[in-house]
């Protein structure tokens, strides 16, 4: 099968207009209402809304950690969530406000019109949701005029990938996240604490890739995300991509065994392929096979596809020799 849109082969004229290339179909796996959570992910949810406790999903990357929380503001009614993007330089205060010294250092200097300091404050993710929380009288000191407040309302808080942070970034946040609060030095260290009716909802989720202190995890609800089962999977696959999920569809089937072969811990792949690069590997050969039963009967687009599913330049030659050998095994199956 022929790949439709680039050649890169010197033979190709440039056309008289822009190539009509296809809509994105990663919208498709964002679904927040298309998100299927194991059982032990629900219990996990329930205990930390009932507790009012974070929520902390490890798990191996593309596991579901990040849009679980889509999911969870979804289902309760609310907005999508604010999110924080951790970083490596991230501190404790970036996670509740920004402060832009610098802008008014200079207004300042330029003899500007005299601004609030409210002004030069720019809520993040919790800070923006303990304000929400708040009734909106309560906020004229702390907001400008244009902050949009109606009525205190909840709020899902997604902290993403929190041990990319410096490990004082947690034990900064310890009485913050246990308490719901935050200060402003800049407004004469008014502290601003979230209404408990309204308190926001915190989602905290990481690769596990530096342990995070023990008395972070002591304010936190835990649970690691499991590699789903076949069973769970399955029901993943369709949920998102509306797959015939029958045992006997020899497309879902071939797609599984080729994804569970380049999961095989023997064969030794550094960054195993998790469920997002299968829906994204299906999607994208839904899209190739389009009015095909079975867009794998010709084997040979697994390689042609192979970058949906593997992520390094040490894994790529091992896992084309995997799906090769694969190939060739699949070949006598069917001359033998």
């Not at 999110?83 to 330089?89: G, I, L, N, V």
Request: charged share 20%.
């Amino acid at each position: 099968m022929k790949l439709p849109f680039y050649r890169g082969d010197g033979s190709q004229q440039r056309p008289e207009t822009a190539v009509d290339l296809p809509v994105s179909q990663k919208s498709r796996l964002l679904i927040p209402e298309n998100y299927i959570a194991d059982q032990g992910l629900r219990d996990a949810c329930n205990v930390a809304l009932l507790l009012g406790q974070p929520l902390l999903l490890t798990g191996e990357p593309g596991t579901g950690k990040t849009q679980f929380a889509y999911n969870l503001a979804w289902e309760l009614g609310l907005d999508a969530p604010f999110k924080f993007e951790t970083k490596s330089d991230s501190v404790a205060r970036d996670l509740f406000y920004t402060y832009d010294a610098l802008k008014r250092y200079q207004d300042i200097q330029s003899d500007a019109p005299s601004t609030a300091i409210s002004h030069y404050i720019t809520y993040q993710a919790l800070g923006l949701a303990i304000l929400r929380a708040q009734p909106p009288d309560i906020l004229n000191s702390l907001v400008p005029p244009e902050f949009a407040a109606s009525k205190p309302q909840r709020s899902v808080v997604l902290i993403d990938e929190i041990d990319k942070a410096p490990r004082d970034f947690p034990n900064d946040l310890l009485n913050e996240l246990e308490q719901l609060y935050f200060k402003i030095p800049e407004l004469g260290n008014v502290q601003v604490s979230a209404e408990p009716k309204f308190q926001p909802i915190v989602v905290i989720t990481s690769n596990s890739e530096k342990d995070l202190p023990d008395a972070f995890l002591r304010r936190c609800i835990y649970y690691h995300v499991p590699f789903p089962g076949s069973a769970r999977l399955a029901s993943i696959i369709a949920s998102h991509l509306g797959i015939n999920t029958d045992t006997n569809d020899a497309f879902l089937q071939t797609a599984l065994e080729v994804f569970y072969q380049l999961r095989a811990p023997e064969n030794g792949l550094r960054k195993r392929p998790a469920t997002a690069e299968l829906l994204g590997w299906l999607v994208t050969l839904q899209h190739l096979g389009k009015g095909q039963d079975n867009p794998l009967a010709d084997p040979q687009i697994i390689l042609q596809t192979l970058s949906s599913l593997i992520k390094t330049a040490e894994d790529q030659p091992k896992a084309r020799g995997i799906v090769e050998q694969w190939i060739q095994n699949r070949s006598k199956r069917g001359t033998g």
